[in-house]
């Protein structure tokens, strides 16, 4: 073990955290060069025992104690930092607890930090969009790191929307499976991904990469897709009719609770308009892909239409 790189990766018995550890333990090159550092808030759990039972270290630590967060990337070559909003639903508690993990890093003289972060929308939608909090909160601490990292290698592996979303959002209209979004373009390109079995591969790939990978902000996304291209796939693989039905913000938002529903709906308009990452973003996927493990093999939709079965419409 002493002479393996130690990762450190929070979030390990999550879905982004959980993908890195699958992707490094499912390859020996990968296995023989990397150890594993999991933290957790529960070294208990049934989760965590699991994942002690593969070799992972486990160490406890919390994202708002600064010393508990420094003593866990302790010694460690990499850390791979990811914050949750849904949590606890506050913008400035994350952006807090993303701060802990950038300075407990720097201080421990950590090479190489791979964070989790999403476009800034309030900056890209020019004021237009401003309530995507879960979004905004994880750019503002990249931008932190970026103006502060020194001599340490910083990368930005930004998830698209979970495929899993998906099945939220058709609902029966009239009989007839309905995807009703707040998007005035049916083909409005649409990023998503796999998070557990795709995102550990742009993570790894950061992480392989290294100074190659010093700033720069990965789309992780398993597959491009659009609400037409969905609804025709959808209904090939169901053998039935499944229509797409734009819809306003506000009726779009009548299906999630209030707490959520503000942000949720705003991500949406924004999506709508520019993609998720941006006008343009599209075009740069190849960018971003370049960073992928070899072999990654991603999901794609129709993939995980079958995967996904059966379809409750």
């Known amino acids: 073990m002493s002479d393996k790189k130690i990762l450190t990766v929070f979030g390990a018995t999550g879905l982004q955290g959980g993908s890195i550890l699958d992707v490094i333990l499912a390859r020996p090159a990968l296995s023989s060069k990397y150890a594993i550092r ?3 808030r529960d070294t208990t759990s ?3 025992q699991a994942l002690a039972a593969k070799g992972v270290e486990l160490v406890r630590a919390d994202l708002d104690d600064l010393a508990s967060v420094t003593a866990a990337v302790q010694n460690s070559y990499g850390v791979f930092g990811v914050t949750d909003f849904w949590s606890h639903l506050s913008k400035d508690r994350e952006i807090r607890q993303g701060k802990n993990i950038f300075e407990a890093s720097k201080s421990a003289g950590i090479k190489h930090l791979v964070f989790s972060a999403l476009p800034n929308v309030s900056k890209l939608s020019q004021g237009r969009h401003t309530q995507v909090e879960h979004f905004d909160g994880k750019a503002e ?3 932190h790191i970026e103006a502060n990292k020194g001599d340490m290698w910083a990368s930005y592996y930004m998830p698209a929307m979970y495929i899993d979303f998906l099945k939220n959002l058709v609902h029966p209209v009239d009989g007839v499976p309905t995807l009703s979004l707040p998007f005035p373009d049916e083909n ?5 991904v796999a998070p557990r ?3 550990g591969k742009y993570v790894v790939g950061l992480f392989e990469a290294g100074r190659e990978a010093d700033g720069a902000h990965v789309q992780g996304i398993s597959t491009w897709t659009s609400p037409r291209k969905f609804v025709d796939q959808l209904g090939e ?11 306003s ?3 779009f938002g009548r299906n999630f609770p209030e707490a959520i529903r503000a942000d949720l709906v705003d991500m949406m308009l924004w999506i709508g308009e520019d993609s998720y990452y941006g006008a343009g973003s599209p075009a740069k996927q190849a960018e971003s892909e370049r960073f992928l493990v070899e072999d990654a093999d991603l999901l794609d939709v129709p993939g995980f239409i079958r995967e996904a079965q059966p379809w409750k419409v």
């Open 141 to 143: 601490v990249a931008e």
């Open 249 to 251: 913000g506000e009726a």
């Open 197 to 199: 079995r795709d995102g």
């Open 46 to 48: 049934e989760k965590s």
């Open 38 to 40: 999991a933290v957790t």
């Open 237 to 247: 693989s169901l053998g039935r009719e499944v229509r797409y039905q734009p819809v």
């Open 188 to 192: 409005i390109p649409w990023p998503l």
